[in-house]
Nanobody, 121 residues
Framework: QVQLVESGGGLVQAGGSLRLSCAASGSIFTINAMGWYRQAPGKQRELVAVITGGGSTNYADFVKGRFTISRGNAKNTVYLQMNSLKPEDTAAYYC???????????????WGQGTQVTVSS
């Protein structure tokens, strides 16, 4: 089994900051990419940011310059530093990993259970 566990969500005022963390554990051979998606009520889940094993990053336009994604030294953790938060950033944030399980023949996509971020105006 593979688990992705997020932490760091909460309530913050507009203009404030939060840092999300996600750790992947289990029978993992290698991780190709990790990232964050978010889903607000009544909306589709959308990409926030992703980082590859080589360190390449990709951000949604609506977070460029405000959010920073990074990976831990152990490469099985990913962080999302969120600055200058806006009320429209309010959503459930989900950790994502594209990884190869030990003994598997193909990569699969895995998700955490989500952590709520609420930004008050």
């Amino acid at each position: 089994q593979v688990q992705l566990v997020e932490s760091g969500g909460g309530l913050v005022q507009a203009g404030g900051s939060l840092r999300l963390s996600c750790a992947a554990s289990g029978s993992i051979f290698t991780i190709n990419a990790m990232g964050w998606y978010r889903q607000a009520p009544g909306k589709q889940r959308e990409l926030v940011a992703v980082i590859t094993g080589g360190g390449s990053t990709n951000y949604a336009d609506f977070v460029k310059g405000r959010f920073t994604i990074s990976r831990g030294n152990a490469k099985n953790t990913v962080y999302l530093q969120m600055n200058s938060l806006k009320p429209e950033d309010t959503a459930a944030y989900y950790c994502y990993a594209r990884l190869l399980r030990t003994g598997a023949v193909s990569f699969g996509d895995y998700w955490g259970q989500g952590t709520q971020v609420t930004v008050s105006s």
